[in-house]
């Protein structure tokens, strides 16, 4: 079940070569990070996990043109004592991108609220809700997935009770923000989230 409630397909241009990062049952994961372009001409920068045994099919170098099939995950990263949600690209797939011109970052999600969607309006005038979502996969675990979304499904979102099952429809993002931290620095992160196209209520 876990590969049909939980599918991101993302194609773009590797930014630098792959970097280790962890194991686990005597497999191998790296580390890339790839540039998937928006219909606006500007790139979503995104990380991806990947085994060293897809890598042993393919070998991927900076500048690459990828094409990487998988799911989102999530993990806690602890810094001193905090807690942060990071959320990456679980390749199952990859294979060399070429130039076609389809959607080139589409997401489907498939879970359950864990908690009440906060509605806001910006400045501007726009609606917005952000929405966390939880995705079960094998052996009892579950991803927590940040999502957005805007206007209409912002505000079919508002409605929604912690616990309601829905699918969203989308596109991962990466989004610069600044952390001010407690010794009065501030600090530029990124946020990665589910920008959502559609969404829709499971009985």
Known sequence: MDTENNQITIRGRVVEDPTYSHSMYAENFYNLVV???????????????????????????????????GQLRSYNHVVDTRSRLILTVFARHVSPGDDRTDNPNQVMLDGYLCR??????????????????AVNRSYNKSDYIPAIAWGRNARFAQRLQVGSRIIIHGRM???????HLDDGTVEVRTAYEVSVSSIETVP
Do not use: H, W
């Open 116 to 133: 009440a969607p906060v509605y806001r309006t910006t400045p501007f005038g726009r609606e917005i809700a952000d929405i966390l979502l």
């Open 173 to 179: 993002q990466s989004r610069a923000y600044e952390k």
């Open 35 to 69: 540039d998937v372009p928006r219909l606006s001409g500007v790139c979503d920068r995104l990380p991806v996990t990947v085994s060293d045994r897809l890598l042993d099919l393919m070998n991927i170098d900076a500048d690459d043109d990828i094409l990487v099939m």
